[in-house]
């Protein structure tokens, strides 16, 4: 994405590149005034005076964090695989010099199965299906021939 010349003046343009940069990288309303050469203050001034402007911020974050969440909540409901590493302090002495450097060394790395998390996929059922997976059933009592008991 081309990063435009940081004028501080607002361009019509900027509605989209703003939404983008939101949607596909999760900018904050600092990492915006980064893409666009100016400051925060500028940023929240084009959101005040340029509804277009700030609606594609907004609905651009919106959409960012809501896929972010699905995206991980989906990921607990199926269950993952990941690498996890271990790393140890390591104190290694130069045998010319004897200097002394601390380093971080990577141990053991394993390859990791994490099961599905179940209260990730109740909740995602009575979210999704809540006439089938709610938790009470509503019972009417009646008497003989629908009259009170």
Partial sequence: MARPKGTGKYKPEYDQIAYVACVEGGFTVSKVA??????RATVYRWMDNH????DSI???RDKFD???AED??????KGYRTKESTQ?????????????EEKLVTTKTVNKAVASDVTATIF???NRAPERWRDAKH???TGKDGGPI
Avoid: A, Q, W
């Fill in 34 to 39: 980064k893409l666009f050469g100016v400051d």
């Fill in 51 to 54: 509804e277009s402007f700030r």
């Fill in 58 to 60: 907004k609905s651009g």
């Fill in 66 to 68: 809501t896929m972010t």
């Fill in 72 to 77: 991980s909540l989906l990921k607990r409901i």
């Fill in 88 to 100: 140890e302090l390591k104190i290694i002495i130069d045998p010319e010099t004897g200097e002394t």
């Fill in 124 to 126: 995602f059922l009575k």
């Fill in 139 to 141: 019972l009417e009592h």
